[in-house]
């Protein structure tokens, strides 16, 4: 039996945050494209923006499920959504410029698959597992493809694991210069998984607010934007890895600011508390 923890209930409803989390990930995603119609490779930083989309939406499903009293189930979650992502998004990325929807698709089976299991054969019996663990995976996909985007300027597989590297004057192709030949994949996982965990844990309690819980979110996506455009430094032209880099700083330092605006905020309204009364003879 499970007990939905109340306490944190409130601000916008979830529903309202999935719809907007989705559609804000895929427009991003496909405004990489851009790269493509103008062969150029700076508007590779609005694959950022779609992780930073992502993950806002993917907080706040951990937080739902994790309101049912899953206590280490914050860090794991993290974990499950980019484990489950992966193959959906590595799958969809045969598919060109359908990629993004292709995995949006594979990603909800697979994770309606293990929410099943979780539920109905592990006995977890958790009303929000089902579409938790659903929501979870799509975040996954989308954000690893929004980190490959990032720090390739493309999303399809070609792009994803073949590079080029200059020898003796000569352009020579390889797939160790590349998003996943190079391993970079494996950063983008453990950058995405950690962001997307570490704010409920951070902020739950009986003091959680949700404004300040989605702005560390934020804050973390833009953490996580300014290491996956260093790296993109070795994939995509140095102009526009600087300016993937310069967006990603702005972006980290502004939400930061608002981040601890928010926590003084919420932490004078704490100053009036009393301590709980000892009672004696125990």
Same mark, same amino acid.
């Given at each position: 039996?499970?007990?939905?923890?109340?306490?944190?209930?409130?601000?916008?409803?979830?529903?309202?945050?999935?719809?907007?989390?989705?559609?804000?990930?895929? !427009? #991003?995603?496909?405004?990489?494209?851009?790269?493509?119609?103008?062969?150029?490779?700076?508007?590779?930083?609005?694959?950022?923006?779609? !992780?930073?989309?992502?993950?806002?939406?993917?907080?706040?499903?951990?937080?739902?499920? #994790?309101?049912?009293?899953?206590?280490?189930? !914050?860090?794991?979650?993290?974990?499950?959504?980019?484990?489950?992502?992966?193959?959906?998004?590595?799958?969809?990325?045969?598919?060109?410029?359908?990629?993004?929807?292709?995995?949006?698709?594979?990603?909800?089976?697979?994770?309606?698959?293990?929410?099943? !299991?979780?539920?109905?054969?592990?006995?977890?019996?958790?009303?929000?597992?089902?579409?938790?663990?659903?929501?979870?995976?799509?975040?996954? =996909?989308?954000?690893?493809?929004?980190?490959?985007?990032?720090?390739?300027?493309?999303?399809?597989?070609?792009?994803?694991?073949?590079?080029?590297?200059?020898?003796?004057?000569?352009?020579?192709?390889?797939?160790?210069?590349?998003?996943?030949?190079?391993?970079?994949?494996?950063?983008?996982?453990?950058?995405?998984?950690? =962001?997307?965990?570490?704010?409920?844990?951070? #902020?739950?309690?009986?003091?959680?607010?949700?404004?300040?819980?989605?702005?560390?979110?934020?804050?973390?996506?833009?953490?996580?934007?300014?290491?996956?455009?260093?790296?993109?430094?070795?994939?995509?032209?140095?102009?526009?890895?600087?300016?993937?880099?310069?967006?990603?700083?702005?972006?980290?330092?502004?939400?930061?600011?608002?981040?601890?605006?928010?926590?003084?905020?919420?932490?004078?309204?704490?100053?009036? =508390?009393?301590?709980?009364?000892?009672?004696?003879?125990?």
């Amino acid at each position: 039996m499970t007990v939905k923890v109340e306490v944190i209930e409130g601000g916008i409803p979830h529903n309202k945050i999935m719809i907007a989390g989705i559609v804000s990930t895929l !427009v #991003c995603l496909y405004l990489t494209y851009l790269n493509v119609l103008t062969s150029t490779e700076m508007f590779s930083f609005f694959g950022g923006f779609a !992780v930073i989309a992502a993950l806002i939406w993917g907080s706040h499903t951990i937080k739902v499920l #994790c309101s049912y009293g899953i206590g280490t189930g !914050v860090p794991s979650a993290g974990m499950i959504a980019f484990g489950s992502g992966v193959i959906a998004m590595l799958l969809a990325t045969k598919f060109g410029i359908m990629a993004p929807m292709v995995a949006a698709v594979l990603a909800a089976i697979i994770g309606f698959i293990l929410g099943y !299991v979780s539920n109905n054969i592990l006995n977890m019996k958790i009303p929000a597992m089902v579409q938790s663990l659903t929501e979870m995976a799509i975040v996954g =996909a989308l954000s690893l493809m929004g980190f490959a985007a990032l720090m390739t300027g493309k999303f399809t597989f070609d792009a994803l694991t073949t590079g080029q590297v200059t020898v003796l004057g000569m352009a020579l192709m390889t797939h160790q210069q590349s998003f996943i030949g190079g391993c970079l994949i494996a950063v983008a996982f453990l950058l995405g998984a950690i =962001a997307i965990q570490h704010p409920f844990n951070a #902020c739950l309690g009986p003091g959680w607010q949700q404004d300040r819980m989605l702005m560390l979110t934020a804050e973390c996506g833009f953490l996580s934007m300014i290491v996956a455009a260093v790296m993109s430094f070795a994939l995509i032209s140095t102009g526009s890895a600087i300016i993937s880099l310069i967006i990603a700083i702005i972006g980290w330092a502004y939400t930061y600011k608002e981040y601890m605006v928010l926590s003084k905020r919420d932490a004078a309204a704490w100053l009036d =508390a009393k301590p709980i009364p000892e009672v004696e003879g125990h």
